[in-house]
């Protein structure tokens, strides 16, 4: 079933693939927050179950570099190692 929706370990390789920009929350922006205490914009980014904050800011624009450069890390980093696998499971 959920193999059928392209999930691999747990993972949606679609969704990290695509990173769609669709966000429900305020900044409108998948992983940016707003925190009214500090005035500040927090980036996150939840993967395979594990937090990764990558800090605050006073900017918008530099919570979503932060964001962007989090997802290029983690998820590249995790297509890499799984199409390395792949490609080492078919001989050749």
Do not use: C, M, W
């Amino acid at each position: 079933a959920r193999a059928n929706l392209g999930f691999e370990s747990g993972t949606q390789i679609s969704r990290i693939q695509n990173r769609k920009e669709a966000s429900e929350n305020v900044t409108g922006v998948r992983g940016v927050y707003s925190e009214r205490s500090t005035r500040k914009y927090r980036a996150r980014l939840r993967f395979r179950g594990k937090l990764y904050d990558f800090g605050s800011y006073y900017q918008l624009e530099d919570a979503i570099k932060a964001r962007r450069r989090g997802e290029e890390e983690i998820y590249d980093k995790f297509l890499e190692e799984r199409e390395r696998l792949r490609s080492a499971a078919i001989p050749g």
